[in-house]
Structures are given as C-alpha cells and as structure tokens.
C-alpha cells in the first residue's frame, strides 16, 4: 500500500502535474511527470473516471496502480510528482500488463541523470 505521505492530494497539485509535466501514454495508462527540486519522496496521485467502470473496478485499478507505485517508489527520483490517468481499457487489465505500462513510462519519463 501507499502511504498518505507518498500521494498527491491537492487537485492544483495533479492539474500542475498533468499540465506542465512530461507525458507518456500507454494503451492502459497515461502518465504524467513532473521533477520539482524539493527535497521529499516521490508523490503519486490517481485519476479514474467512471468510463473506466463502476466503483468496484475503479477501486480495483486504484488499489493496483497503488501497489506498482510502492514497489517502483525506490526507482523514482526524490521530488518528482507523478499523475497516472486510468484508460477504460485498464479495467480489464491484469497487474502484470498495468505494471509493464507504469514502468515503462517511468524508464521514458525518467530523467537521464536518474536512470
């Protein structure tokens, strides 16, 4: 699970991510990035509509978005924010196919000094 202090929870916090941020799309996902020169861990913040489906498989995909976010958050630089957009596909997505797209937009996004 993700902790509070590892998550966005402002929505200027995700529109400044989603509008200023480098963006890397997915047939699942789309992942916005932004590197701020703060010194804190990294934060995540979740968007899934109701075009993804109902409550039950919204929560599902959140709570899976989640646990890759936990498990990638050593790999992601310190003062980066991170906004990652469910597409309806992802309903029917396994974690390992929301995995493979959430870490390959974090390999694109990266920066080359991180990686």
Do not use: H, W
Request: a positive charge.
């Amino acid at each position: 699970m993700l902790a509070r202090a590892y998550r966005l929870t402002r929505g200027s916090d995700y529109r400044l991510v989603v509008r200023r941020g480098s963006r890397c799309g997915g047939a699942r996902v789309i992942t916005s990035m932004m590197t701020t020169d703060e010194s804190r861990a990294a934060r995540f913040g979740f968007i899934i509509s109701k075009q993804v489906g109902g409550a039950v498989v919204r929560n599902t995909i959140r709570r899976r978005l989640k646990a890759v976010c936990a498990e990638a958050l050593s790999r992601v630089p310190q003062g980066t924010d991170v906004v990652i957009r469910a597409l309806p596909s992802s309903a029917t997505a396994t974690y390992a196919e929301l995995q493979a797209d959430v870490e390959r937009c974090f390999s694109r996004l990266a920066p080359t000094d991180a990686r």
